[in-house]
């Protein structure tokens, strides 16, 4: 189980801070990694950090977004600074089990619920 928090109304040019608490399933063997869905929109690769922390990031949000992971909270954040309307979505985490490294969807086994960021001009 993964439960998001964190979202929230921000203005552009701000920051906000998502967490992502894990649960029933052995957190350090899992890849983490975010996505993001924009109403009318597909759902879209955001982020992903690997076992060993390794990160890649979509170009849309990279040097603007930070994703980390703390093992022994079985936790994973993603810190979003320089926000843009554009990055107005429900953010959700992941986690994939996959022996790939992979930014499809599909890959990843467990979802978050979701978590509403709106970021106004």
């Known amino acids: 189980q993964l439960q998001a928090s964190g979202g929230g109304l921000v203005q552009a040019g701000g920051s906000l801070r998502l967490s992502c608490a894990a649960s029933g399933f052995t957190f350090s063997t899992y890849r983490m990694g975010w996505f993001r869905q924009a109403p009318g929109k597909e759902r879209e690769f955001v982020a992903r950090?690997?076992?060993?922390?390794?990160?890649y990031y979509a170009d849309s949000v990279k040097g603007r977004f930070t994703i980390s992971r703390d093992n022994d909270k079985s936790t994973v954040y993603l810190q979003m600074s320089s926000l843009k309307p554009e990055d107005t979505a429900v953010y959700y985490c992941?986690?994939?089990?996959?022996?790939?490294?992979?930014?499809?969807?599909?890959?990843?086994?467990?979802w978050g619920q979701g978590t509403q960021v709106t970021v106004s001009s």
């Open positions: 950090i690997s076992r060993s922390s390794l990160k």
């Open positions: 992941a986690a994939s089990g996959s022996g790939t490294p992979s930014s499809n969807p599909l890959a990843y086994d467990y």
